[in-house]
């Protein structure tokens, strides 16, 4: 959106914070803004921004949306993919565990806290996908190699501590095995 400044030019905010224009030529990616907000979406910010709401309330509201929107039993909006992960680890950590819950990270005694993720999908996508598993209290089980990942190698590495497994859809991995 460009404004007219006290000195009269027509800048964007770009140009104001100094910021050289880029051309995005790798899809969605966090270290380029992610994406394009749709104007439909940054209406809906803009007229919730000048109002106060409860948090809980706004939460629940956005999960039946995202439910609806996805197919999905519930949703919840993070701020980014590293948080999204680290939220769904907790969640597989703990379940509706109020006690457990609070406990994390620095206590997983009693939980289960370990998740399997191909070797191959172990990558840096702005924020690297090990540490979004780690700050959650979890410990990386890697199953595979960087190339292929068979069955086996999958299940070998489940055990009775396993939480949850990821997979990552992402340019950066490979998308077989």
């Known amino acids: ?22 051309i995005n030529v790798s899809g969605t990616m966090t270290a380029l803004g992610a994406s394009i907000i749709v ?7 803009a007229e919730m921004a000048s ?4 948090m809980d309330d706004l939460q629940r509201a956005a999960s039946t949306v995202v439910a609806r929107l996805t197919g999905g039993e519930a949703g919840f909006i993070t701020a980014c993919c590293a948080s999204g992960i680290t939220m769904a680890i907790a969640g597989a950590m703990t379940g509706t565990n109020l006690l457990a819950i609070e406990r994390l990270p620095d206590d997983t005694e009693g939980l289960k806290s370990e998740v399997v993720i191909q070797l191959g999908h172990i990558v840096n996508y702005g924020a690297p996908i090990d540490q979004s598993i780690r700050v959650a209290g979890a410990k990386v089980i890697p199953a595979g190699t960087v190339s292929v990942t068979q069955d086996y190698h999958v299940r070998d590495a489940i055990n ?18």
């Open 51 to 54: 109002q106060w709401v409860e």
């Open 1 to 22: 959106m460009k404004t007219t400044s006290s000195a009269g030019s027509n800048t964007t905010i770009r140009e104001r914070l100094g910021l050289r224009p880029i």
């Open 39 to 45: 104007p439909e979406a940054i209406s809906a910010m």
């Open 160 to 177: 009775e501590r396993t939480a949850a497994g990821l997979y990552v859809v992402a340019h950066h991995t490979v998308q077989y095995g």
